[in-house]
Each structure stands twice: as C-alpha cells, then as structure tokens.
T-cell receptor, first 111, second 112 residues
Framework: KAGVTQTPRYLIKTRGQQVTLSCSPI?????VSWYQQTPGQGLQFLFE???????NKGNFPGRFSGRQFSNSRSEMNVSTLELGDSALYLC??????????FGSGTRLTVV | EDQVTQSPEALRLQEGESSSLNCSYT??????LFWYRQDPGKGPEFLFT???AGEEKEKERLKATLTKKESFLHITAPKPEDSATYLC?????????????FGEGTQLTVNP
C-alpha cells in the first residue's frame, strides 16, 4: 500500500517568489492536512481539506493557501515568500480522523 | 487554546537503560492522544493513539499510557535504533476533522 507522497522533496526559492507543494494521500483517504515544522516552533497546523473543502485552518497569514482536487490530491501555495517560511512542510492523510499518516515532507529553503 | 508540553527536551540513555517520556496536555475535550516517532529529515511515523484515561498500548519496547492530564511513553531496555525524536499530539473534540496540536518533542539518544 503506497504511503503519502510529497513532491518535491527539496526546494530553494528566493524571497518574494511563490511556491506550490504537492501531496498525494493514501488511496481512499479523503482528509489531507498540512503542517509546518521549524526548529523554533515545532509542528504547526496550517489547514485541512476534506472532500475538496477546507475544514480547518490554523493561524497562518493569507499568503498560505491550499486546495484539494476530486482525487483527494492536495496542493499548498505560499506567495510572497519570506525568509521565515523556510521549513519542512508535512502533509498527513487520514480516513475518519483517527489515524494520521505523514509524508516525508518538502524541505523549503528561502534565500 | 489547546496546549501540549513534552519533557524532557532531550534524553540520553545507555542501551538497556529504561526510562519514560512525558506529555502533558490541556485540550477542550480530548478526542485522541497520539505518539509519533520522527527520524532526521523524515516525516513523523505513527506509533500509538490513546482515547481515554487508563488506556495503555504496547509495541515492542514501547508502552504508552494515558491519564486525564498527561501521557507517558515508557521505553524498556532501549536499543540504539530507538534514537529519534518522539512527538506527542492531541486532537480535541471541539474541532471537527483532523487538527493536531503537537508538543515540541523529546530527542532521545540511546548509546551502545
């Protein structure tokens, strides 16, 4: 059974640019959540999508957005990148909300 | 606001030296308490979910327990391959769907 797949694994962007990250959940999982992980703040919840609708949102600025497609694949977008956006971005998928499987993450570096 | 606090921040053990990691939580109605293991450069790997006080779960050298205010991850006779960061997370009953509040983690090092 394939796990959660995140692409790309590594990304280097310049301040002011925008970036799109992709997440393919486990087959049959309809919920996709995104988290930001940094050494200082730990893992912080960004948002969750379920059946193409945003169901929950964390305390991040509007520069962070996401969407989910009909096949449950999800993308997150960060516009006007800042140095502080450098982090490991993790995606997790679940079925009923009682089991969260994480991908390996996308390491974003903003220079 | 939900809060999860883990202690200690770092723990160094000798192989075979048992110990416990602590996770204290303040949430609006606990829906689930999760333990994950994370290796450097990788995503968190699911270990356990606990749902109610008094519940215990075991997997190899690990045992997780839950009370109304905290959870413990007991590591019995650890091996060097148990070295990792252990994360605790809580889901509250007031939020529908999937939203976990994570602790900062305990970085465990097991020396041979």
């Amino acid at each position: 059974k394939a796990g959660v797949t995140q692409t790309p694994r590594y990304l280097i962007k310049t301040r002011g640019q925008q970036v799109t990250l992709s997440c393919s959940p486990i087959s049959g999982h309809r919920s996709v959540s995104w988290y930001q992980q940094t050494p200082g703040q730990g893992l912080q919840f960004l948002f969750e999508y379920f059946s193409e609708t945003q169901r929950n949102k964390g305390n991040f600025p509007g520069r962070f957005s996401g969407r989910q497609f009909s096949n449950s694949r999800s993308e997150m977008n960060v516009s006007t990148l800042e140095l502080g956006d450098s982090a490991l971005y993790l995606c997790a998928s679940s079925t009923t909300g009682y089991g969260y499987t994480f991908g390996s993450g996308t390491r974003l570096t903003v220079v | 606001e939900d809060q999860v606090t883990q202690s200690p921040e770092a723990l160094r053990l000798q192989e075979g030296e048992s110990s416990s990691l602590n996770c204290s939580y303040t949430v609006s109605g606990l829906r689930g308490l999760f333990w994950y293991r994370q290796d450097p450069g990788k995503g968190p790997e699911f270990l356990f979910t606990l749902y109610s006080a008094g519940e215990e779960k075991e997997k190899e050298r690990l045992k997780a327990t839950l009370t109304k205010k905290e959870s413990f991850l007991h590591i019995t006779a650890p091996k060097p391959e148990d070295s990792a960061t252990y994360l605790c997370a809580a889901a509250d009953s007031e939020t529908s769907g999937s939203r976990l509040t994570f602790g900062e983690g305990t970085q465990l090092t097991v020396n041979p």
